[in-house]
Nanobody, 120 residues
Framework: QVQLAESGGGLVQPGGSLRLSCVASGRINNMNVMAWYRQAPGKERELVAHITTRGSIEYVESVKDRFTISRDNARNWVYLQMNSLKPDDTAVYYC??????????????WGKGTLVTVSS
């Protein structure tokens, strides 16, 4: 009933920038917390950043001052602007959102992920 689709990943050199986008579609009544996670090879998935409906934001320490999360509530988009990228940022990035479908209990949905590779 709800799909999340990420875009914007790719190969970038250290110090470069990328902007990830995620759009939610389906029978959406409203969306609560939206977030970006990432999973590097051989590591567990970790929360990168999240943003509430009212705009309250938190980042994992390793991306503070480099990444910026934002959202468009009217169009169900969430973005992740990534600057000063490092090789350690290489991972598959996943969009996550808590979605309320009318008549159902709100639950979290995941996108399929987009690969970000930081390498020279």
């Amino acid at each position: 009933q709800v799909q999340l689709a990420e875009s914007g990943g790719g190969l970038v050199q250290p110090g470069g920038s990328l902007r990830l986008s995620c759009v939610a579609s389906g029978r959406i009544n409203n969306m609560n917390v939206m977030a970006w996670y990432r999973q590097a090879p051989g590591k567990e998935r970790e929360l990168v950043a999240h943003i509430t409906t009212r705009g309250s934001i938190e980042y994992v320490e390793s991306v503070k001052d480099r990444f910026t999360i934002s959202r468009d509530n009217a169009r169900n988009w969430v973005y992740l602007q990534m600057n000063s990228l490092k090789p350690d940022d290489t991972a598959v990035y996943y969009c996550n959102a808590e979605v309320h479908v009318l008549g159902l209990t709100p639950r979290k949905y995941w996108g399929k992920g987009t690969l970000v590779t930081v390498s020279s």
